[in-house]
């Protein structure tokens, strides 16, 4: 009697030898372009140089050239030097030309193609490429894993970083930027915490947020700061900073609540009608209760917002405040202590009030960036999280719609109409 044995095969690869999923996926498609784009850049750089040196690879000079019309920059080549260029086509080796030209002083300097310039190591599609992969929501480090197929791993997170730091620029522009001839009429104002390493240390630091609408209803980032915390001097400092800019006296504000904020509008634009936020005093009045009447405090704070009607507003206040002073006295006080802001937005026309509301235009952007930064958990510089803010926006891969009810925004506020009195 024989017995026969096997043994089990693994299904997990027995080395790293075998490498790793996608590597033998070869597309001739691909790497037929991939030669053609190599051609085409040398050759762009080989005309570039013949219309430099009037005269093509092996030429002479025209015989009937006119000698004071010959321009002093006339040389000659000397070799190919190789270079390594990335692309949205891939990473290609090049070989380039070399020329020295001809001086006013007799002597020689080297040449510099226009076309591809000294150190440049990938072309600006590719940087976009690079930049847009890691605003999507890829850190520094997974990168190279997204853009392996186009790159064959020859981007790091050096790159990644050193790509970033191009952005620089653009954010120093747009922080210098003249507001003196956007027509805003309204101004959403909110506050972010959002973990960075300072000192090496992880540390909370604030996000002030400004975002206008103009008078077709569009709205637009205005500001993005990193600061301390939401202080009063925090506040005065982004709005005195827009102000210097030209901005203009805005029309009504939608706020978050924080004191430091109301103190500093009240310094600079005293009297401007301002809406608190309800989401905010919603989570106000449901921190002041016990979890088993956070449904019914819902219930009713939710019918007072959202009434139909400012006389319908006014009633239903009034039944909640004598309601919950008996129920719970503290979610009564924290009402009270919004005061007529709460109310502002039934001043203006119905068809506004979804937008005026709420500072939710600026908590859908905080949400973006949270689900942005969550691979990161922390990000290296408190001017790091204030760009990759603003970078999302200017990017385009959010996009801000017009507010509810634009087309009434230059109608006036009416008179305050909602009686605080219980």
Same mark, same amino acid.
């Given at each position: 009697?024989?017995?026969?044995?096997?043994?089990?095969?693994?299904?997990?690869?027995?080395?790293?030898?075998?490498?790793?999923?996608?590597?033998?996926?070869?597309?001739?498609?691909?790497?037929?372009?991939?030669?053609?784009?190599? %051609?085409? $850049?040398?050759?762009?750089?080989?005309? %570039?140089?013949?219309?430099?040196?009037?005269?093509?690879?092996?030429?002479?000079?025209?015989?009937?050239?006119?000698?004071?019309?010959?321009?002093?920059? &006339?040389?000659?080549?000397?070799?190919?030097? #190789?270079?390594?260029?990335?692309?949205?086509?891939?990473?290609?080796?090049?070989?380039?030309?070399?020329?020295?030209?001809?001086?006013?002083?007799?002597?020689?300097?080297?040449?510099?193609?226009?076309?591809?310039?000294?150190? /440049?190591?990938?072309?600006?599609?590719?940087?976009?490429?690079?930049?847009?992969?890691?605003?999507?929501?890829?850190?520094?480090?997974? &990168?190279? =894993?997204?853009?392996?197929?186009?790159?064959?791993?020859?981007?790091?997170?050096?790159?990644?970083?050193?790509?970033?730091?191009? +952005?620089?620029?653009?954010?120093?522009?747009?922080?210098?930027?003249?507001?003196?001839?956007?027509?805003?009429?309204?101004?959403?104002?909110?506050?972010?915490?959002?973990? +960075?390493?300072?000192?090496? /240390?992880?540390?909370?630091?604030?996000?002030?947020?400004?975002?206008?609408?103009?008078?077709?209803?569009?709205?637009?980032?205005?500001?993005?700061?990193?600061?301390?915390?939401?202080?009063?001097?925090?506040?005065?400092?982004?709005?005195?900073?827009?102000?210097?800019?030209?901005?203009?006296?805005? =029309?009504?504000?939608?706020?978050?609540?924080?004191?430091?904020? !109301?103190?500093?509008?009240?310094?600079?634009?005293?009297?401007? #009608?301002?809406?608190?936020?309800?989401?905010?005093?919603?989570?106000?009045?449901?921190?002041?209760?016990?979890?088993?009447?956070?449904? %019914? $405090?819902?219930?009713?704070?939710?019918?007072?917002?959202?009434?139909?009607t400012p006389e319908e507003a006014a009633a239903r206040r009034?039944?909640?405040?004598?309601?919950?002073?008996?129920?719970?006295?503290?979610?009564?006080?924290?009402?009270?202590?919004?005061?007529?802001?709460? @109310?502002?937005?039934?001043?203006? #026309?119905?068809? /506004?009030?979804?937008?005026?509301?709420?500072?939710?235009?600026? !908590?859908?952007?905080?949400?973006?960036?949270?689900?942005?930064?969550?691979?990161?958990?922390?990000?290296?510089?408190?001017?790091?999280?204030?760009?990759? @803010?603003?970078?999302?926006?200017?990017?385009?891969q959010i996009n801000m719609r017009?507010?509810?009810?634009?087309?009434?925004?230059?109608?006036?506020?009416?008179?305050?109409?909602?009686?605080?009195?219980?």
């Amino acid at each position: 009697m024989t017995s026969s044995t096997t043994t089990p095969v693994s299904s997990q690869p027995a080395s790293g030898a075998e490498g790793h999923l996608f590597d033998n996926w070869f597309d001739p498609i691909e790497a037929r372009i991939r030669d053609r784009v190599r %051609e085409i $850049i040398q050759a762009m750089i080989e005309e %570039e140089l013949a219309a430099t040196l009037m005269r093509p690879r092996y030429g002479r000079l025209a015989k009937d050239a006119a000698t004071d019309a010959v321009p002093a920059a &006339v040389g000659h080549r000397h070799g190919h030097r #190789p270079r390594t260029l990335m692309g949205t086509f891939g990473r290609v080796e090049l070989e380039l030309p070399r020329a020295r030209l001809n001086t006013a002083g007799g002597a020689t300097t080297e040449w510099h193609s226009r076309v591809l310039r000294t150190y /440049q190591r990938r072309t600006l599609a590719a940087d976009e490429l690079i930049a847009s992969t890691y605003l999507a929501g890829t850190n520094t480090r997974r &990168v190279r =894993q997204a853009l392996a197929a186009v790159f064959r791993g020859a981007v790091g997170k050096d790159v990644v970083s050193r790509v970033w730091r191009k +952005v620089k620029g653009d954010w120093d522009a747009w922080n210098a930027r003249s507001l003196t001839d956007e027509p805003i009429v309204r101004l959403i104002l909110d506050g972010t915490a959002v973990r +960075v390493r300072l000192d090496r /240390q992880a540390t909370s630091i604030s996000l002030l947020v400004v975002i206008g609408v103009r008078a077709d209803g569009q709205k637009v980032l205005l500001s993005v700061k990193n600061m301390g915390g939401e202080s009063t001097e925090a506040w005065r400092a982004v709005l005195d900073d827009l102000v210097g800019r030209g901005l203009c006296r805005p =029309q009504f504000l939608i706020v978050d609540g924080a004191a430091g904020l !109301e103190r500093a509008i009240a310094m600079l634009w005293d009297g401007v #009608p301002v809406q608190r936020c309800t989401v905010h005093k919603h989570r106000n009045l449901l921190a002041n209760a016990p979890d088993r009447l956070h449904e %019914e $405090i819902t219930a009713d704070y939710t019918e007072m917002i959202y009434a139909a009607t400012p006389e319908e507003a006014a009633a239903r206040r009034k039944a909640f405040l004598r309601k919950w002073r008996v129920r719970c006295r503290a979610v009564a006080d924290s009402l009270e202590e919004a005061g007529d802001r709460l @109310f502002t937005f039934t001043r203006l #026309p119905p068809s /506004q009030w979804k937008s005026a509301r709420t500072t939710n235009a600026i !908590e859908r952007l905080h949400e973006e960036f949270k689900r942005r930064i969550k691979t990161q958990t922390v990000l290296p510089s408190a001017e790091t999280a204030a760009m990759l @803010f603003w970078a999302l926006l200017a990017s385009g891969q959010i996009n801000m719609r017009r507010v509810d009810g634009w087309p009434t925004l230059a109608s006036p506020l009416a008179d305050q109409p909602v009686e605080l009195a219980a």
